[in-house]
């Protein structure tokens, strides 16, 4: 297995698809993500476009579908919900689809939804998606961090480091032989230096503190916890996991 780490989806290679993909938007589209189909949620569908989300979500019943949308880390007007994984309870999600546009996270599923394989990590499944994948042994396998508007963010490399070191352990490959680039090193580093202190890395990372201004100091408590979900958010068609 030949790991690569993409910070932004728009630093991955042009034109290639790997056999395996992992997506990471840790702030908070793929913690999101994993929450509402731990809920029970009966699938997630990722949208760039918000008129798009709701042109298709049309044909489930109000009582089937939930849209949630944001921008900016806010609520989009007129949608159910925004991207905060704390409002997918059982009882609001439980058997519904939830259609879900977010700025950078589903940009990150998109660009990899052509890989054999496509699932969502976080901090929260860290372990679930770590098992999986070392079974499947992909010879490719990439992990492609949202950022922010195609500019790095410390969250997302900080768990696609987590994931990696997970690997890395687990698999009892060398470091040279597991890793295909240079940022697997580097994410290893900085998951190594704070994964005691998660939470402080996101008060650091700008969009930790744009979260912050929108209070949502819950919601970066609650991405900051490893490995409390057992869910596997796997692509089933494109753009649906
Ligand atoms: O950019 C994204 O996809 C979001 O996860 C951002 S936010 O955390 O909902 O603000």
Sequence with gaps: MKLFIYHTPELTPEGKVPDCAIAVDVLRATTTIATVLAAGAEAVQVFSDLEQLIQVSEAWSTEKRLRAGERG???????????????????????????ISTTNGTRALQRVQNAAIVTAGAFINRASVVKYVIAQQPETLWIVGSGWEGSFSLEDTACAGAIAHSIWQQTKLSLDELAGNDEVMGAIALYAEWQNNLLELFHHASHGKRLLRLDCHEDLKYCAQMDIVDVLPLQTEPGVL
């Excluded at 880390?73 to 939830?98: H, I, Y």
């Design 73 to 99: 880390g806010a609520k989009v007007v007129g949608f159910d919900m925004g991207n905060s994984p704390l409002d997918c309870t059982p009882e609001r999600v439980q058997g519904r689809r939830l259609f």
